[in-house]
C-alpha cells in the first residue's frame, strides 16, 4: 500500500464515529424564559435579535439596517438575496457580500448560541467572510442549555457544525475590544417561525 493510502487509512479508522461517545451528564436546566435568557446571553456577546412576523418581511428589516445597496447573499429559499448561492458557490466569491443569510437549525439559551452546519451555511464561508450575518431562528427552536445539543441527531449527523454566538471580536491587543476582527462584523437574529412542511 502506498504511503498515501496508508495515511488516508490510518485517517478513516481514527474518525470519531468509529469510537462511542462518551456519556454526558444532564444537569438541572435553568428554567425561566428561554427566548429572554437567549436574547440576553446574545446581546452580551454582541449580537442582537429582532423580530420579523414573516420571512418576507426579512429583507425589509436587512435594507433598513444595512441600506437599499446593500450585497446579500441567502442560503435559505425564505430571503432572496442580490446573488444566488448554491453549492458550486466558490466561497471566495462571497468576499463583497455585505449581508449572509441563513436558518439555525436550533439556538441555545444558555450561551445565546445558533447552531449552523454545512447544510444551513450551503457554503461554509458565508458564516464568516461576509460582512454581516443575519439568522433566522424559530423561538420553538431554543434548547436549555448546550448538554441538550450532544443529545440532537443534528449533532451526530453533521460533517460540520459550529455554535455561534455573536460576532467575531478580540480583545488581546492591549485589552481593547474589536469586533469584526477576524469574521462577521455584526450577528443579527431574527425571530421568525419556520415555514409548515407539507
Not at 64 to 88: I, K, N, Q, W, Y
Request: net charge negative; aromatic share 6%.
Amino acid at each position: 500500500m502506498a504511503t498515501r493510502e496508508a495515511f488516508l487509512a490510518k485517517v478513516r479508522q481514527a474518525q470519531p464515529s468509529a469510537r462511542p461517545r462518551p456519556e454526558v451528564p444532564l444537569f438541572n436546566a435553568a428554567g425561566g424564559d428561554l427566548r429572554a435568557r437567549f436574547a440576553a446571553a446574545l446581546q452580551a456577546m454582541g449580537g442582537h435579535c429582532v423580530e420579523a412576523a414573516a420571512a418576507g418581511d426579512v429583507l425589509a428589516l436587512i435594507r433598513e439596517r444595512f441600506g437599499d445597496a446593500a450585497s446579500v447573499t441567502s442560503a435559505t429559499p425564505e430571503v432572496p438575496g442580490t446573488r444566488d448561492l448554491t453549492a458550486d458557490t466558490e466561497p471566495a466569491s462571497l468576499q463583497d457580500i455585505d449581508v449572509g443569510v441563513v436558518r439555525a437549525r436550533f439556538g441555545v439559551a444558555e450561551t445565546g448560541s445558533v447552531w449552523l452546519s454545512e447544510r444551513e451555511y450551503v457554503v461554509n464561508a458565508l458564516g464568516y467572510i461576509v460582512q454581516h450575518l443575519v439568522v433566522l431562528l424559530d423561538p420553538a427552536q431554543l434548547l436549555d442549555g448546550l448538554q441538550d445539543v450532544y443529545r440532537r441527531d443534528d449533532f451526530r449527523e453533521a460533517r460540520y457544525a459550529a455554535l455561534v454566538t455573536g460576532p467575531s471580536a478580540t480583545a488581546d491587543i492591549e485589552g481593547v475590544l474589536i469586533r469584526g476582527a477576524q469574521g462577521v462584523r455584526s450577528l443579527t437574529v431574527v425571530w421568525v417561525a419556520q415555514p409548515r412542511k407539507g
